[in-house]
């Protein structure tokens, strides 16, 4: 009856071994093929699909070899979507809860990016300094300095972003794209310091003849109507002072210089605002210059 039993034991124990085999190397076969249609899914742009294939795969194999790939994957669908606030959460604790992955660095890059995308230039410049100094990965170098050109440019810091656009070498991150950053720098150089227009001589120019500062803006409508306003108003004040109305000529010079003192200010914003679409004219065609593809 012992060796009975302990047959039956071995057959058991055997049995079990077996069962267990099967299973891991049914896992084994399933795990791949599930992060590889995770990655099509990714690849096709379906994020939502996508998120749910690489949670089902860590789900079902918590110890997969691509789990940080997945969890990088995962982080960067809520990016895609436009869900900011989750996407920098996660790229945030991705560093910690993978501390010996090669994409702890990209997760850093991803987190100037979005600083980038929400127009917080200094925070993405300084987030990208502090990845500079920790990382020597040639991609994410290159990709780190390309968008701190572009934080510079965003602010018209135009000799910073030449600087930054430069130290993007061809051999870091594609031959392309090396030399559109290149390209970009090269008309930097060529294109800056834009015409400009100063609004504090706007101003005084206005103060002294009114509607000079809004001609010298290039504002010629706008330059005949303050003249015109503003010489209608010192008639009038002359007039009634002539007629020794003074009453009247201290409420006409009361009202006339609520448009005199329009006319000064009005000057400087248009001068600004003449500024400020050169410059947004110009970062569009650089923009431009940056998304065409030359031909191979």
């Known amino acids: 009856l012992q060796n009975v039993i302990h047959i039956l034991i071995k057959l058991l124990y055997c049995l079990l071994i077996s069962i267990t085999a099967f299973a891991t190397s049914v896992h084994a076969e399933t795990a791949d093929p599930q992060y590889r249609y995770a990655e099509q899914l990714f690849e096709l742009g379906d994020y939502r699909a996508a998120r749910l294939a690489y949670k089902r795969l860590l789900f079902y ?45 990209q997760s850093q890059l991803m987190l100037g990016q979005l600083h980038f995308d929400a127009g917080a230039y200094s925070q993405a410049r300084s987030s990208l300094f502090e990845l500079l100094h920790a990382n020597t990965e040639p991609e994410v170098v290159a990709a780190a300095h390309y968008l701190r050109g572009w934080c510079y440019i965003h602010t018209t810091d135009w000799n910073k972003a030449i600087s930054e656009l430069r130290q993007v070498e061809a051999s870091q991150t594609g031959i392309l794209r090396g030399e559109k950053a290149h390209e970009l720098a090269d008309t930097l150089l060529a294109e800056t310091p834009l015409p400009s227009k100063s609004p504090q001589l706007a101003g005084w120019l206005s103060t002294v003849i009114p509607g000079s500062g809004q001609f010298y803006v290039g504002k010629v409508k706008e330059g005949i109507l303050a003249a015109a306003l503003n010489g209608t108003f010192i008639y009038l004040v002359a007039d009634a002072i002539r007629d020794r109305r003074y009453v009247d000529s201290a409420g006409l010079f009361f009202v006339g210089w609520q448009f005199y003192w329009g006319n000064r200010t009005g000057a400087q914003q248009l001068a600004s605002e003449y500024n400020k679409h050169h410059e947004q004219a110009f970062i569009e065609a650089l923009k431009r210059q940056a998304e065409s593809v030359r031909p191979e």
């Open 61 to 105: 194999d918590p110890d997969t070899e691509f789990r940080d790939v997945a969890d990088y994957r995962i982080t960067q669908t809520y990016y895609y979507q436009n869900d900011a606030t989750r996407a920098e959460g996660l790229f945030r604790k991705f560093p910690t809860i993978h501390p010996n992955s090669s994409l702890r660095f």
